[in-house]
């Protein structure tokens, strides 16, 4: 099944293609609501062939075991990606910081054997990450985005999407932005009753580092749909969902 929305698809060579750049206006492809399913469950969201642009074409699947490696080229061999391995949420302070990497490797394997993920290619080549599980498989998220809720914390039907991953070399080029729009059918194909988030929300004329904007930007989930629900301090948003 398909995770980018749309409603006048091209068909190229049997792909379901989406434009994203601004040429597409003039094309007369709109993108609004419609679910499509493209080949091998994935869907183009983006391609030169009916744009103007250079060649671009960003695939979003849901992971599978056999993607496991992929997801590890994401990350990368050092830095903040690949030493926590997307375990952050999921355990607490000293845990995530350990030296035992390999053991948090091992961990993202059997949720990547769960399906609790989504996986962009940029014409093959694996580009982008995003982890989505039900909220009750993050325990510290009840510590950083908790305050000022009154709700069942244990609630298994509301899904979370907690990080990105944008493979070096290939950012500012709308892989996460991509991934985003797929969160939505991807909770919704899981039965989900809602699926939220927590994007930065800097100040006007503020940057936020890098770092920081794992969790995503909040521009592109309100552009994808998402409603803001709550806002537990100055730079931080959660954002929703409602199936």
């Known amino acids: 099944m398909g995770y980018i929305r749309f409603a006048q698809p091209a068909r190229i060579d049997g792909w379901l293609v989406l434009c994203l750049d601004h040429a597409l206006v003039s ?3 709109g993108v609004c609501g419609g679910r499509i ?5 994935s869907t183009i969201a983006r391609t030169s062939q009916i744009c103007d642009s250079a060649p671009v074409a960003i695939v979003v699947q849901p992971v599978n075991e056999s993607l496991f490696d992929d997801v590890q080229t994401i990350f990368g061999p050092r830095g903040q990606a690949a030493r926590c391995q997307c375990q952050g949420y999921r355990m607490g302070w000293y845990a995530q910081h350990s ?5 948090r490797r091992e961990l993202l394997r059997d949720q990547v054997i769960e399906g609790h993920g989504l996986v962009a290619h940029l014409d093959g080549e694996p580009v982008g990450w995003c982890s989505l599980a039900p909220r009750s498989d993050y325990p510290y998220l009840r510590q950083t985005t908790w305050k000022g809720r009154d709700e069942n914390k244990d609630d298994a039907s509301i899904w979370a999407v907690t990080c990105f991953v944008t493979r070096a070399g290939f950012r500012h080029q709308g892989v996460s932005r991509t991934l985003v729009g ?8 899981h039965a989900a009753r809602a699926v939220e988030a927590y994007p930065m929300k ?6 936020v580092t890098w770092g920081e904007m794992h969790v ?3 521009s592109a989930f309100l552009a994808a749909g998402y409603r803001v629900a709550h806002v537990p301090s100055l730079r931080r948003a959660i954002v929703r969902y409602d199936y």
Do not use: E, N
């Open 99 to 103: 030296d035992d990497v390999q053991g």
């Open 182 to 189: 797929g969160t939505i059918d991807f909770g919704r194909d």
């Open 202 to 207: 800097p100040a006007p004329g503020k940057d």
């Open 27 to 29: 094309r007369g492809i």
């Open 37 to 41: 399913p493209g080949p091998t469950g």
């Open 216 to 218: 995503g930007a909040l």
